[in-house]
């Protein structure tokens, strides 16, 4: 197995993320989603040799980018199963778990992924190209009223509608192949000034329906109770609002939708006790370096 690539993931607020974590040298850990890159190897320089680290991730790349030791394991699925996995694997309960969400650097910087309109590659974005439908199928084939559904759900596009109608009217002249082509019929939508933010929007919208990226989130919330042994670390790292606000309602309340549910006297059965106030942010100088950093939210919190 080859060793895993210094720049194959550049990880944003990474101290922040390891402090969070309370790093034991024998403990287990897992990163969902994860691989070789990122803060994998940050982590496992922490741990003794008795320590454990598992990455859960349907990315072959990042199963490619895998390191040779003993102590890491990775499994190439998608992280809404981590539990499954970790009970098979005999690793539960695990003392923290750190979710990495969205897109790796390695993946916008590939051109054939199709994540960003930086490159003008084929219209994929499957986080696990062996299985779903791409991009291209979701523009091409859905009707007006669900392309504006997921430009408006998952993209918060503004005028999802009229977006939705224009791509309809494009895809009529000929279907859409690539990020080039959806990018340039685009381009006359957004207002002046804001090309680039409106574009990201409609790439996050398709990316998160082609990968069903918030339903894999919920279910990695609700069984991370089941995961994160009491006294344990859960840390998520979003870079949209409809994670966060996901991950805040389920850290304050222990509840997607934010109602907190309490016994007959009045005491909370949330799981988890938030350790912030609020979502830890990248300063200025890593946001400089790092463009990903400016939209992160870190957020973690103790399994009672």
């Not at 890159?37 to 940050?42: D, Q, V, W």
Request: charged share 25%; hydrophobic share 40%; proline share 6%.
């Amino acid at each position: 197995m080859t060793q895993p690539q210094a720049t194959y993931h550049e990880p944003v607020l990474l101290n922040e993320c390891l402090q969070a974590l309370a790093i034991k040298p024998d403990g287990r850990f897992v990163a969902a989603p994860g691989g070789g890159g990122g803060p994998s190897l940050p982590i496992r320089k922490l741990l003794g040799p008795r320590g454990a680290l598992a990455a859960v991730g349907g990315d072959a790349d990042a199963r490619h980018n895998a390191p040779a030791d003993e102590r890491f394991t990775f499994v190439p699925s998608d992280y809404r199963w981590v539990r499954n996995h970790l009970r098979f694997m005999g690793l539960l309960p695990v003392d923290g778990m750190l979710a990495d969400l969205g897109v790796s650097s390695h993946q916008f910087d590939t051109a054939g992924r199709g994540f960003s309109f930086r490159f003008d590659a084929p219209l994929d974005m499957r986080m696990n190209q062996r299985a779903g439908r791409t991009a291209a199928d979701l523009v091409n084939t859905l009707d007006e009223q669900a392309l504006a559904r997921v430009l408006r759900n998952y993209g918060e596009v503004e005028q999802a509608p009229k977006v939705a109608r224009r791509l309809v009217q494009a895809r009529a002249e000929r279907a859409f192949e690539t990020t080039g082509e959806l990018a340039e019929a685009l381009r006359p939508m957004a207002r002046r000034g804001d090309e680039h933010g409106f574009l990201a929007q409609v790439f996050q919208a398709l990316r998160i329906a082609v990968n069903d990226e918030l339903s894999s989130l919920a279910q990695l919330l609700r069984e991370s109770a089941e995961v994160v042994r009491p006294g344990g670390r859960l840390v998520v790292l979003s870079y949209h609002s409809l994670e966060d606000r996901m991950v805040k309602n389920w850290m304050r309340a222990g509840d997607l939708g934010g109602l907190e549910e309490k016994d007959m006297y009045g005491n909370s059965r949330r799981p988890f006790k938030p350790l912030h106030a609020k979502a830890v942010q990248a300063g200025e100088q890593e946001q400089l370096d790092n463009p990903r950093a400016r939209s992160a939210r870190l957020r973690a919190a103790q399994r009672q």
